[in-house]
């Protein structure tokens, strides 16, 4: 049966309604690197200077500047080697007049020394291939430093007190980096959702088992449990609920302890679509048709669970494309708002297509594309090819989704669109 148009709510107050029921979630304590991708609860103070000590940047030699004055290849400026400084080690010995301290990158700057003069500019490359050969009790320098040439100063990055990191970073490897710079293991983030997901249908199997005529295997669960990983949350895999009220009850109380509940199919109209029927007795209905193509047939409500908390249902389309722009579009979301990141959207670019794109049944057209950047500086997008919504393949070669107004029947080759990039690693 065909859904009105009219009946239908459109994609921004489909998501409006979604992200009202959700709200970041509470922060816990998480060892560093399982915080990535983590919203930070709290600011983070540094306890101390980094670095702690002046300390060189280069390998070489730790001299007084004025020693160094007017050093060429032609009238170099030797000097007493007295020590040599390995990282890790402090030298309390003051380099003095004349004198230099054979000194390796990260080592503390020893007192009286002012400039650090690299390997390369001095003769010690020339002395031989072993390392006893280029420990001398005299270098000769090549070439004059200035007072601070290749030294790493005290507190040049952090000041003791200084907030590194403020409350709600998203943790990225840097400031993964940050935090263990200063000696933390473990932090308060705010946690991620668990997002259970259900496939339902009798024609479903999972992959793996032998699959008898008439059936599928079960692509949607995988699809969208990798959509909920790669996202930031955990997701939990409840199998397959058959095409019984009984069978899809009892596995959607499996559910309600979850953060979310996502279901894929049993929203249509059809005979044996009974997740709406479902959702209707044990929870509550808000919305199941959005003017979008693919993804029309669209649930979201919520189940009671029995200590009272509402656990949000968001019920996707069968059809594996459909299901996986559905979540793209709503799912994603509803999981960076329970982690505390309101960066949701994707980049929307401007780009020429190559196809001709017809659009006439009035909803909002997400056709899979390939999008690259022209020699004219300019963005192309190619359709993947058919654009059924089983064809799965045609999300697997994509890396946006075109972005066709409701109001805009047909775009010619040529003509410009826009583009919703969902992959930005692949080169364009």
Request: net charge negative; hydrophobic share 45%.
């Amino acid at each position: 049966m065909m859904f009105p148009v009219s009946s239908m709510i459109s994609v921004e107050e489909a998501r409006e309604r979604i992200l009202a029921f959700f709200s970041r979630l509470e922060p816990e304590s998480r060892p560093l690197l399982d915080t990535l991708g983590q919203v930070l609860a709290h600011g983070v103070v540094a306890p101390f200077d980094l670095p702690q000590l002046d300390n060189t940047a280069m390998d070489g030699y730790a001299v007084r500047a004025a020693d160094t004055t007017g050093a060429s290849e032609a009238s170099p400026r030797e000097l007493k080697v007295i020590a040599d400084l390995a990282a890790g080690y402090i030298l309390e010995t003051p380099v003095k007049q004349g004198e230099a301290v054979r000194i390796m990158t990260g080592a503390p700057m020893p007192p009286g020394a002012d400039a650090v003069v690299p390997f390369e500019e001095t003769d010690e490359l020339m002395r031989g291939v072993n390392e006893a050969a280029r420990k001398s009790a005299t270098v000769r320098i090549l070439k004059g430093a200035e007072v601070g040439a290749n030294i790493r100063f005290r507190a040049e990055d952090v000041t003791a007190g200084q907030t590194v990191i403020a409350a709600g970073r998203v943790l990225r490897a840097s400031e993964i980096g940050v935090l263990a710079s200063i000696g933390l293991t473990e932090v308060e983030v705010y946690r991620r959702p668990v997002v259970a997901i259900l496939s339902t249908g009798d024609e479903v199997t999972e992959p793996g088992q032998p699959l008898k005529p008439g059936r599928i295997y079960d692509a949607n669960a995988h699809s969208i449990a990798a959509l909920v990983k790669a996202y930031g949350g955990v997701p939990k895999l409840l199998g397959i609920a058959r095409d019984t009220v009984e069978d899809l009850t009892a596995k959607i109380h499996e559910a309600l302890d979850a953060d979310m509940l996502v279901t894929s199919a049993g929203v249509s109209r059809g005979d044996f679509d009974v997740v709406k029927d479902v959702l209707a007795r044990e929870g509550k209905i808000d919305f199941w048709t959005v003017r979008m193509r693919p993804g029309k047939p669209l649930a979201f409500g919520a189940f009671t669970a029995p200590n009272g908390r509402k656990v949000p249902h968001l019920g996707l389309p069968g059809n594996p494309v459909s299901s996986m722009v559905s979540f793209e579009l709503f799912g994603r979301p509803a999981i960076f708002t329970m982690l505390g990141r309101p960066d949701w959207q994707r980049p929307v670019l401007k780009a020429i297509t190559r196809d001709s794109i017809v659009n006439a049944d009035g909803r909002r057209f997400y056709a899979r594309c390939i999008v690259t950047l022209g020699d004219d500086g300019r963005y192309y997008a190619d359709l993947t090819g058919p654009q059924g919504s089983g064809i799965l393949t045609s999300m697997s070669a994509a890396n946006a989704l075109t972005v066709i107004p409701e109001d805009r029947p047909y775009a010619a080759p040529g003509d410009e669109i826009d583009v919703m990039m969902l992959d930005w690693e692949r080169p364009l």
